[in-house]
């Protein structure tokens, strides 16, 4: 599961090193979370919606699926955040829903934010 992040640097393709990695990830294993979807979104809003950057997100979206938070992922949040908040690790709302829809659907999170590294076990974490 890709964070924002990775995929916003996907989507202005001047990370050489990041497409050729992702090129050797099996079609179909890469995914995002809905949550994931919106942050783009919003920031595609906030910026105007320069012609380019939308195309680079459909380009990235015609590539991998879009994961629905659902039931399951919500009540895996609310029992994922508690876990954090009593050792003292606090994310913001956006990371620790996609952080919790990781471990949901017991997916690699990958990400450029070092600070999902603090995050317990239950999450499996690739920094790209």
Excluded at 19 to 43: F, K, M, N
Excluded at 107 to 120: C, E, H, I, N
Aim: net charge neutral.
């Amino acid at each position: 599961m890709l964070d924002t992040n990775v995929v916003s640097h996907i989507m202005q393709g001047r990370d050489a090193a990041l497409l050729a990695r992702l090129t050797h990830v099996p079609v179909g294993q890469v995914v995002i979370s809905s949550i994931t979807l919106a942050e783009l979104t919003y920031g595609l809003h906030r910026k105007g919606q320069p012609a380019r950057l939308k195309n680079a997100m459909t380009q990235v979206l015609l590539r991998m699926d879009v994961l629905p938070w659902d039931e399951t992922v919500a009540t895996c949040y609310g029992e994922f955040c508690t876990l954090l908040e009593t050792r003292g690790i606090n994310l913001s709302d956006f990371d620790m829903m996609i952080a919790a829809h990781a471990v949901a659907v017991d997916a690699t999170l990958v990400s450029r934010d070092k600070a999902f590294a603090k995050v317990p076990e239950r999450l499996r974490l690739e920094i790209w």
